[in-house]
């Protein structure tokens, strides 16, 4: 049985810094044995496939993180998630997706549950007409002008609200490519 799984790499080809090319980065998932291997944009997307049987998904992840940094001299954390819990994600959105334009809508996908309690200092209210809701160890963020104006991406991102977790954000239109890629 194989399953297929995307990879979320975070912080990668951002302004110069810690550059991880795709092809390298199809390279390394190649050599540690997965099929299959695409990649979606620089900011450090792929999707694979791989033996169910033999590996579990904090194993998957952990292989990545490592071979990574073995080959590029530096960490990244990395998010793997299978082709089934990324349609979930995408089917549980409770915002308006198919009316929205692909960068007024983002999911922040965490390592592990974050309950509300996280949030709790936050006073939505002040920053409406951006709004948050909270799914299955992700986050959903609808911010009409863009991420890059977001203040409540950035009151969400602050070390205080992500601290002991690792988060990484993709805009909608990157998370219905990578549900349409795991599922081809």
Known sequence: MTTTYAALLRGINVGGHRKVPMAELRSVLEE???RDVRTYLQSGNAVFTTDA?????EDVTAAVENAIEKRFGFR?????????????VADACPFPAAELEGKQ???TF??????????AALDQAAFLPEEFRLGDRALYLYAPEG????????????PAVVKGVVATT????TVVKLVEMTRD
């Open 170 to 173: 993709r805009n909608w239109n």
């Open 76 to 88: 990244v954390d990395c998010l793997v998630r299978d082709a089934e819990y990324l349609a979930a």
């Open 105 to 107: 809508l983002h999911v």
């Open 53 to 57: 049987d033999e590996q579990r998904d």
């Open 110 to 119: 965490f390592s592990e549950p974050v309950g509300p309690e996280r949030f």
């Open 147 to 158: 991420l890059g104006r977001s203040k409540l991406g950035e009151a969400l991102s602050r």
């Open 32 to 34: 540690l044995g997965h």
